[in-house]
């Protein structure tokens, strides 16, 4: 079952788990269940995402009941109307706090605009070897993206040397590969953590709050978070 968090007569959001599709892709055959269809089964209704998350990024996903609904929420986030927060766990301390402004290129090497601030929530040093390095750093953060490019947090995040653990992709894999044999973890660490919106229908403010998965909170036990 998903975790409902919100719902209403005209949306609803789940806290997606780590590793679920929003829909079907071309690009992830492999993939037989999908929040979509989990979604529409569980409840019964029809839905359709207004927005999306990666596959392996955990956290508030929001659905419409009705059409016009969809397209006013899409224009929200297209206008950059919706204030999102998301949390990750970084490699190494990372600095209290930092605005990265680095554009980025679509797949047909279209440059886009992207700005992305965070602040550094809590630091941890592990008593565990890591290469040459006596201890193991690593940072918790809190990020605010103000565009929605694709891959943005996961590209910003390594574009500053700061790579979000579990990110298989853009990340650090000697450090995945680390997670993976020392914790048994293979799951990155990103998670939607909040959503600030205005209805579309009430016109009321309306704030989304979604706790992290359980393999992220592990991590944080881990940690001493």
Same mark, same amino acid.
């Given at each position: 079952?998903?975790?409902?968090?919100?719902?209403?007569?005209?949306?609803?959001?789940?806290?997606?788990?780590?590793?679920?599709?929003?829909?079907?892709?071309?690009?992830?055959?492999?993939?037989?269940?999908?929040?979509?269809?989990?979604?529409?089964?569980?409840?019964?209704?029809?839905?359709?995402?207004?927005?999306?998350?990666?596959?392996?990024?955990?956290?508030?996903?929001?659905?419409?009941?009705?059409?016009?609904?969809?397209?006013?929420?899409?224009?929200?986030?297209?206008?950059?109307?919706?204030?999102?927060?998301?949390?990750?766990?970084?490699?190494?301390?990372?600095?209290?706090?930092?605005?990265?402004?680095?554009?980025?290129?679509?797949?047909?090497?279209?440059?886009?605009?992207?700005?992305?601030?965070?602040?550094?929530?809590?630091?941890?040093?592990?008593?565990?070897?890591?290469?040459?390095?006596?201890?193991?750093?690593?940072?918790?953060?809190?990020?605010?993206? /103000? $565009?929605?490019?694709? @891959?943005?947090?996961?590209?910003? %995040?390594? +574009?500053?040397?700061?790579?979000?653990?579990?990110?298989? &992709?853009?990340?650090?894999?000697?450090?995945?590969?680390?997670?993976?044999?020392?914790?048994?973890? /293979? $799951?990155?660490?990103? @998670?939607?953590?909040?959503?600030? %919106?205005? +209805?579309?229908?009430?016109?009321?403010?309306?704030?989304? &709050?979604?706790?992290?998965?359980?393999?992220?909170?592990?991590?944080?036990?881990?940690?001493?978070?």
């Amino acid at each position: 079952m998903l975790e409902i968090v919100y719902q209403d007569d005209h949306l609803i959001a789940i806290n997606k788990p780590h590793g679920l599709l929003v829909h079907r892709s071309s690009i992830a055959g492999d993939a037989k269940v999908f929040a979509l269809q989990l979604l529409r089964d569980q409840i019964g209704r029809h839905v359709s995402p207004v927005h999306r998350l990666d596959r392996k990024t955990g956290g508030l996903l929001l659905f419409a009941f009705e059409k016009d609904v969809e397209i006013a929420m899409h224009q929200q986030f297209m206008n950059g109307e919706v204030q999102k927060k998301y949390l990750a766990v970084l490699r190494g301390y990372a600095p209290d706090k930092e605005d990265i402004d680095y554009p980025l290129a679509k797949e047909n090497g279209t440059i886009q605009d992207a700005f992305t601030s965070f602040v550094t929530l809590k630091r941890a040093e592990l008593d565990v070897a890591f290469g040459k390095h006596p201890t193991s750093r690593y940072s918790l953060i809190e990020a605010t993206p /103000t $565009t929605g490019r694709m @891959h943005q947090l996961r590209r910003h %995040f390594a +574009h500053i040397f700061y790579p979000i653990i579990g990110d298989r &992709k853009h990340g650090c894999n000697k450090q995945n590969k680390f997670f993976k044999e020392q914790w048994e973890m /293979t $799951t990155m660490l990103l @998670h939607a953590s909040e959503l600030l %919106f205005k +209805h579309p229908v009430t016109g009321e403010v309306v704030h989304l &709050k979604a706790p992290v998965q359980e393999e992220f909170e592990r991590v944080n036990r881990l940690m001493g978070w």
